[in-house]
């Protein structure tokens, strides 16, 4: 995606750029997407100031939104959760496929959870078949219940929560966070995604320890408080 996060300025030399300092740490900061309207954005541009240089440049949504989500999860997970960033991962017996999930969670040195991280939903707001299949393949090879994709809401909505797998035993989780807002309600988002993960670690370790078919009392060790909030957001 080419963005205009570059500011003008005015007597520069094309490589003359400001970048407000907010702006990879705040990452709901409004660039200007100026992929699609090019020629409309520079025409604006000159048409302010004919002497005025700038300058656009390439930015990978899907590693910038990683390795945003990643780092305030680790953040707010810090005490609860140790978050591993791409670890090797084999799907196959003898080390073999080599896979790297974006995120693992881990309690007491043990795996208890895993998930990974799509900036782009699909146009009506769902998941991609292909994420569901690479993340049954990383709960499949890491032994878990469950793992949660981690999208950028879009335009068309939230996606549907979670998809259990047929005779599997798995269950997929799909969550998106409102990164539109102010730099308070994203780091409320945040705190409710990790929230979430936390409460979900847990339940997925009661489940082996305690098998419990039905879903209401599964839900029932999760806190009641992080499920009502996710589910109105």
């Not at 073999?96 to 998930?115: A, H, I, W």
Request: glycine share 6%; net charge neutral; with cysteine.
């Amino acid at each position: 995606m080419l963005l205009g996060w570059a500011v003008p300025v005015p007597g520069g030399t094309p490589d003359s750029v400001q970048l407000p300092s907010e702006s990879f740490e705040h990452f709901s900061a409004q660039p200007v997407s100026i992929a699609g309207d090019q020629a409309r954005v520079i025409r604006g541009l000159v048409a302010l100031d004919p002497d005025c240089a700038a300058s656009s440049f390439l930015v990978d949504m899907n590693k910038l939104f990683e390795r945003f989500v990643t780092e305030r999860l680790r953040r707010a997970l810090t005490g609860r959760l140790e978050v591993r960033s791409e670890p090797p991962v084999h799907l196959g017996e003898g080390k073999q496929v080599l896979m790297n999930p974006d995120l693992e969670f881990r309690r007491r040195r043990v795996t208890v959870y895993v998930g990974d991280i799509k900036y782009k939903l699909t146009g009506d707001a769902k998941a991609r078949n292909a994420d569901y299949y690479q993340l049954l393949a990383y709960t499949t090879a890491m032994n878990l219940d469950e793992g949660v994709l981690i999208y950028c809401l879009a335009d068309g909505g939230r996606p549907s929560r979670s998809v259990s797998v047929r005779h599997a035993g798995k269950v997929l989780h799909t969550l998106a966070l409102d990164l539109s807002g102010p730099p308070a309600q994203v780091a409320q988002e945040i705190e409710l995604l990790a929230d979430w993960i936390a409460d979900a670690s847990w339940t997925t370790v009661a489940e082996r320890t305690h098998p419990r078919s039905d879903q209401a009392a599964r839900k029932s060790v999760m806190s009641a408080g992080s499920l009502r909030r996710l589910a109105h957001s």
